[in-house]
């Protein structure tokens, strides 16, 4: 079946302009994740939906992050503002459900450049 | 907290070498899950091995190997024979029950030269 797909896969901005980068889990995984990943640097952490709902939005670096799901499927995070410091790729993974038993599915990642 | 650390920052092999990559982690809970995954040059993380911590049954899948000993919080990852498709960087990641995040270590990146 198809894995995760994440859009677009490059994404080049100005500063101070609004992004959206969208995720499309696997097809009946409840549990959606985003993280970042700064140039050779390991994953951070950003925040976790189970289903429709986030019961974990401690990893928003700042109030210019927020993201959402709807329709328990496809999720969509948004940056406002951006600044040269967002510059990353952004992974999306899925998982079959919240419970941490099981394994993360990653996509291919958005490489956001903020020029 | 939960921590994972890979000391390993990169590690460079001649093909047909063995290599460890280690894993020391931090939990205060009892029931956590380790992981490793692998992030090839094409960027995409590739999911390796799940481990939880009432298991403590070492692992061997072909090439690859893992020790999991909870008496010293790690969990490596042993490659035999190493190959060039094995070059790439090796994530090892922890998850706590009651949290929902999974902490990565900053990766071990691994060069298999021909």
């Known amino acids: 079946g198809a894995g995760v797909s994440q859009s677009p896969s490059n994404k080049v901005t100005e500063k101070g302009k609004d992004v959206e980068l969208r995720c499309d889990p696997i097809s009946g995984h409840t549990a959606l994740y985003w993280y970042r990943q700064s140039l050779g640097q390991g994953l951070e952490f950003l925040i976790y939906?189970?289903?429709?709902?986030?019961?974990?939005k401690s990893g928003l670096p700042s109030d210019r992050f927020s993201a959402e799901r709807t329709g328990g499927s496809v999720s969509t995070l948004t940056i406002q503002r951006t600044q040269q410091e967002d510059s990353a790729v952004y992974l999306c993974?899925?998982?079959?459900?919240?419970?941490?038993?099981?394994?993360?599915?990653f996509g291919p990642g958005t490489r956001l450049t903020v020029t | 907290a939960q921590k994972v650390t890979q000391a390993q920052t990169e590690i460079s092999v001649v093909e047909k070498e063995d290599v460890t990559l280690d894993c020391v982690y931090e939990?205060?809970?009892?029931?956590?899950?380790l992981f490793w995954y692998k992030q090839p040059p094409s960027g995409e993380l590739v999911f390796l091995i799940r481990?939880?911590?009432?298991?403590?049954q070492n692992e061997i899948s072909g090439r690859y190997s893992w020790n999991f000993q909870k008496s010293t919080s790690s969990f490596n990852f042993t490659i035999t024979a190493s190959q060039v498709v094995d070059s790439a960087v090796y994530f090892c990641?922890?998850?706590?029950?009651?949290?929902?995040?999974?902490?990565f270590g900053a990766g071990t990146r691994l060069t298999v030269k021909p």
């Open positions: 481990r939880n911590s009432f298991d403590e």
């Open positions: 990641a922890l998850s706590e029950a009651r949290v929902n995040d999974m902490r």
């Open positions: 993974a899925s998982s079959l459900t919240g419970v941490n038993a099981y394994e993360q599915y």
């Open positions: 939990t205060r809970d009892t029931t956590y899950y």
């Open positions: 939906f189970q289903g429709n709902s986030a019961p974990d």
